[in-house]
């Protein structure tokens, strides 16, 4: 028996709020954290010389002149360099009397010859009409190359006599330095008789022109190893002819050449006078790329592709005397070179910057890294620029993180893109240390920053599957050969949740035995879906109940793609659509029926991607415990969702949560009850989708739909009601997938519980080159065999109907073998009727429905028995649910779950007034296990089993310690306790915080994680979190002042953490400099890569008015000192 210890005697006394939230110097201490004052003041002479003299000192060998005159003809030799350096890089191919719009942002809207000539020779091949071209370079021969597709041999120089593909024609172009250049071409009609103009040897020029930068990182990097001054000779020498042709290359992106006001391409003249510096609007040229013209996705990714690739190694070897030799010998003196590459490639760089980035001068937290840009700024001496890029670094730490470490993409996958260029940089000790180098002393937030994200995987090390996550057909698991021995150890790792960001996963069972279930209750609002308390289940490691995923609609396969993968023998047809944004598998992917969660009045949640969002709360996380901890046999994961339906439908539900309960067996097998409750509505409709067969299931009642729009609306979909156009348009799609959930089926049900099987394998969709099943697994094992059961349970007797229906999985197929002998490239394939739709409808004849969908989930292998041999509902009304679960071992569990602590009196002696609790009989009607949280009692014939005096510690903040007051190396709180609190029972749990808003607007609770508690002498709690969590929602910068609304302000780093939901209003934002505060009414919706800058202060508010300049730091915050805390309590009785 355990039963967990938390109160002890004596109570605390309430003493007035005092100390660092009211101290005289907090805002000066504020003042001092402001993002990238440390670096704003770098001097442009001594910017990395340091470091640069840290490297110089590592090489024991010569620095003199002789020695510098010996590296000339070190490989790469000066002269070939000189020879091979492209001045040109595109186009690589165009159609001729085809224009394409250039004002086109996103590639893929370009549609028949306008895409043919605009991705001609990149992804278009006008040899053989392929769509997924690739060139192949020849490992022995660097101006040779074969292209992927139809294996047409490319050359630069050195072409056989029987080529056909000689030039044989002229192009001229107008570069950035003014010059008309002549740029040989081959003429070439393709088969449908457009007629080309190849440009075959700018493929290999760009080639060399994309190397030459990746050399001179790799120079920089080994001469921060080594100092050899090789590589900072060698970095002249490629900045020299880098500098040259940057100067000159014409905006660009893939084929197309940026156009002037008359017509041709853009002039120096034009170039230097356009709108600078872009910040909100685009000016009149738009988005452009420069240094990659060739890049996949959209026009002006400019960053993300690593424009100002060349600023660091630059910055930094300028230093080294080789550097300077070089510059003497070519120009007579060793500064020379340093303002040729400042005047020709820093400025333009920047130039380039102000005018052409898609992302605007606006933090864009995704792309993370400023650095390259700050220092091109610093040589430059632009201030605007350093102003922009130096609060870069530290703004994606803090306002693109949640307080619990994850970071604010929607889905893993897209997190784990500042994995590629942001934690691994600024974790580097030759990384951003070399700028800023007390950073990770300074913001030990970081760590967790840089890892929370790699702990959202499953048993086998497949990560979760939420939002805009890639799936893949599955070709193996991430633990694999040598790492396959760590399954052992991912199976001991405990549940967790992350209440900041809005995502959790239980794990409950034994070894081969594990059960997980996420549910995702997500604050990011981009790259996100319809997901708001949506969930998936695993087994083993594999998916069974999941969401549809990303579903790329760009990469859909189309044509010949199609035909070609539908030889290949997978289980499923694959479909073919068109590759927009209205296609239905991104549609249905994105939708409530493919994030299993719920509908009302057959609307949707929102999707995010504007202001249709709502927000969420942790309601109650017991889990965590270790494996080898008994207590984990009962685990409670539930969060609510708060106006989620809002923007819909206002003012239709009042009540949106959903409740895991995990739960183990005493043969360490495991089930899931899961509760979703809504309020309000005429009807509630619940999906799950299972990429697995249905093996078992109601009888089917009646005739088959071909779709839900002919079962349920007699084939004309509801009339939409709702005069916001935007809304409009986010309804209008969700609508089409009623029309892509196939085969609907009606199934008997009468009233009593009902049962789904569903059997999956990892590895049904692996076919080898020849069509052939190809299972990675040893003869009789089961790896990669699952099956989820799942028992509905019925609750009352409003009208419920069961449906059965399919709709497509569209994962992505990633160098698929074909039968042709080549792979596929990233293909999205919409697999026909992959996803089983299980559904469960409630209606009633008025507003106001109430729904509890009561759902026994349990985890086995398709050739085992069930754990679970019934359940039977004991109790159920408006907010509390009993039931009864009979284990095939003829153990019986009672599970509890209600929304407030009332009294449950049970047949049988068993009472209660926890939320959550569960009571194990053995098949005698003894009880050998108990578990209560959020109770203070749970009896057996009115004798205790479990008691506590409270169902949660309960607080007052009286003082806060972090980065709100001044310090980010602090993450602590002094709590006035209401009751006596156990300090040494605390670490690990959780601080629940109702984050009060003013102007009439709810609380909002949110959650820190205790990593110790200690009692004071004057009677209150110091708190300690873990992470050092951040108290700060974000720091913000004016641009500009609305003139017409005082009240209104605008900022380039944008407010998206919490964006398109009602987060933000009546939360308070201070001005430490000025020592103003203010409280939010309103912030702008943002729609990724814009929007999130207005901010909207109460009426009557004057910044202006008040001494706020334009270029002021602002914070938003909505912890503060009087707020009131809890800590939700559970006991347990693991054995008896």
Not at 48 to 63: F, I, R
Not at 347 to 372: G, H, P, V, W
Request: hydrophobic share 35%; proline share 6%; aromatic share 12%.
């Amino acid at each position: 028996m355990k039963i967990t210890v938390w109160l002890i005697t004596g109570l605390s006394i309430a003493l007035p709020l005092f100390g660092q939230w009211n101290a005289a110097d907090k805002n000066e201490k504020l003042v001092l954290q402001t993002p990238g004052l440390k670096l704003v003041l770098m001097n442009r002479d001594t910017l990395l010389k340091a470091a640069a003299d840290e490297a110089m000192g590592k090489w024991k060998g010569e620095l003199s002149d002789q020695s510098f005159a010996k590296l000339k003809n070190a490989a790469p030799a000066d002269d070939e360099v000189g020879k091979r350096f492209p001045r040109s890089i595109s186009p690589y191919a165009r159609i001729k009397g085809v224009n394409p719009n250039q004002k086109v942002y996103v590639a893929a809207s370009y549609k028949g010859n306008d895409w043919k000539s605009v991705r001609g020779l990149f992804s278009y091949c006008p040899f053989c009409g392929a769509e997924n071209y690739s060139t192949r370079f020849d490992a022995k021969n660097p101006d040779k190359a074969v292209t992927g597709c139809c294996k047409t041999e490319l050359y630069r120089t050195g072409y056989p006599a029987d080529y056909r593909l000689k030039p044989n024609g002229y192009a001229s172009f107008r570069y950035l330095d003014d010059s008309i250049r002549k740029i040989p071409c081959t003429v070439y009609k393709d088969k449908d008789g457009n007629e080309w103009e190849l440009f075959i040897h700018h493929i290999f020029d760009n080639a060399y022109w994309v190397k030459a930068a990746t050399d001179l990182v790799g120079y920089m990097n080994r001469y921060k190893e080594t100092g050899n001054p090789l590589y900072p000779y060698k970095a002249a020498l490629i900045l020299d002819h880098a500098a040259d042709t940057y100067y000159a290359l014409p905006l660009a992106f893939s084929n197309l050449i940026a156009k002037g006001k008359d017509g041709r391409e853009l002039s120096r003249a034009e170039w230097e006078s356009v709108r600078r510096p872009v910040v909100f609007q685009h000016n009149e040229l738009g988005p452009w790329n420069r240094r990659r013209p060739f890049s996949a996705g959209d026009k002006g990714w400019i960053n993300m592709h690593k424009e100002a690739i060349w600023c660091e190694p630059f910055a930094l070897m300028r230093h080294h005397p080789a550097f300077k030799y070089y510059s003497r010998m070519k120009y007579g003196s060793e500064d020379a070179l340093e303002k040729k590459v400042i005047r020709k490639l820093m400025r333009e760089i920047i130039l380039t910057y102000k005018a052409c980035f898609s992302q605007r001068l606006m933090t864009n937290y995704q792309e993370a890294n400023y650095k390259d840009l700050l220092i091109a700024g610093i040589l430059a001496q632009d201030h605007f620029i350093v102003d922009f890029a130096a609060a870069n670094q530290e703004l994606t730490l803090y306002n693109h993180h949640y307080q619990d470490g994850l970071n604010g993409e929607g889905a893993q996958n897209y997190m784990a893109m500042l994995n590629s260029y942001y934690y691994p940089y600024m974790n580097d000790p030759r990384g951003y240390s070399l700028l800023n180098p007390d950073f990770r002393k300074d913001n030990p937030f970081f760590a967790r920053a840089m890892a929370a994200w790699k702990q959202l995987f499953t048993t086998r090390g497949v990560f979760l599957e939420f939002g805009d996550q890639h799936q893949f057909v599955q070709y193996d698991f991430p633990l694999k050969g040598k790492y396959e021995h760590l399954k052992a150890k991912y199976e001991e790792t405990p549940s967790m949740n992350f209440p900041g960001y809005g995502v959790g996963i239980l794990r409950v069972g034994g070894k081969d035995q594990r059960l997980e279930a996420s549910l995702h209750y997500s604050r990011a609002t981009l790259h996100n879906a319809s997901d708001m308390l949506g969930m998936s289940v695993w087994f083993d490691g594999v998916p069974v109940i999941r969401t549809g995923g990303y579903c790329s609609y760009w990469r859909i396969a189309t044509g010949k793609e199609v035909d070609l993968l539908n030889q290949m023998n997978f289980p499923r047809k694959v479909l073919k659509s068109p590759r927009t944004g209205d296609s239905f598998p991104w549609l249905i992917s994105h939708s409530p029926v493919e994030q299993n969660t719920v509908t009302v009045n057959d609307l949707p949640s929102g999707q995010g991607w504007g202001n249709n969002r709502g927000s969420s709360e942790l309601v109650t996380f017991k889990g965590g415990e270790k494996y080898s901890d008994p207590e984990k046999s009962f685990q409670v994961l539930e969060a609510r969702a708060l106006g989620e339906f809002e923007k819909y439908q206002p003012g239709t539900v009042k009540e949106f949560r959903r409740a895991l309960l995990g739960v183990e067996t005493p043969d360490q097998r495991a089930y899931l009850v899961d509760i979703l409750t809504i309020h309000g509505g005429r009807n509630h409709t619940q999906y799950y989708s299972s990429w697995g067969e249905r093996t078992a299931g109601p009888e089917q009642k009646g005739k088959t739909w071909p779709s839900l729009t002919q079962a349920w609306f007699n084939g004309t979909k509801p009339e939409i009601r709702q005069s916001n156009s935007s809304i409009r348009w986010w309804i209008s799609r969700f609508q089409q997938c009623f029309d892509h959930v196939r085969e609907v089926r009606e199934l008997a049900f009468s009233g009593q519980p009902w049962t789904v099987q569903w059997n999956a394998d990892y590895y049904a969709y692996r076919r080898d080159a020849d069509g052939k099943w190809d299972p990675l697994r040893p003869a009789g094992s089961r790896k990669g065999k699952a099956a989820v059961r799942m028992t509905g349970v019925p609750l009352d007797e409003t009208p419920t109907t069961l449906w059965h229906g399919l709709a497509p999985w569209s994962p992505a197929l990633n160098r698929q073998p074909l039968r042709n002998g080549r792979f596929s490239s990233y293909l999205t394939a919409p697999f026909e009727n992959a996803m089983d739709i299980s559904i469960q409808r409630r209606t009633s004849g008025k507003p106001g429905l109430e729904s509890r969908f009561v759902n026994v989930f349990e985890g086995l292998y398709p050739d085992s028995k069930p754990v679970v041999a019934g359940v039977k509902k004991v109790l159920a009304n408006r907010d509390q649910t009993v039931l009864e679960i009979r284990l095939a071992d003829q153990h019986r569990d009672l599970v509890v779950c209600q929304q407030k602590n009332r009294p449950i009196e049970l047949d049988g002696g068993i009472s209660t007034d926890a939320l959550y609790a569960l009571v194990r009989k053995a098949p005698d009607g003894k009880i050998v296990k108990a578990h209560m949280v959020r109770g203070t009692y749970l009896k057996e014939n009115s004798k205790d089993l479990l008691k506590q005096p409270v169902p949660q510690l309960t607080g007052t903040i009286a003082d806060i310690f972090g980065d709100i007051t001044g310090d980010r190396t602090r993450s602590e709180m002094e709590i006035i306790p209401d009751q006596a609190w156990n300090p040494k029972a605390l670490p690990g749990q959780v601080l629940h915080i109702a984050t009060t808003r003013e102007d009439g607007h709810r609380p909002i609770t949110e959650c820190y994680t205790i990593d110790s508690a200690q009692r004071l002498k004057n009677g209150r709690i110091r708190l300690k979190f873990t992470y050092t969590a951040p108290f700060i929602a974000g720091w913000h910068q004016v641009i500009e002042f609305d003139p017409k609304s005082p009240n209104v302000l605008r900022t380039n780093r944008p407010m998206t953490k919490y964006a398109n939901q009602p987060w933000y209003e009546g939360a308070k934002v201070l001005f430490p400099a000025r020592g103003k505060t203010y409280v939010i009414k309103a912030t702008e919706d943002s729609r990724g890569g814009s929007g999130g800058t207005f901010l909207t202060l109460r009426p009557g508010s004057d910044p202006a008015r008040d001494g706020i300049k334009s270029g002021d730091w602002y914070i938003i915050y909505s912890i503060e000192a009087g707020q009131k805390v809890s800590i939700p309590l559970s006991a347990s009785l693991v054995s008896r």
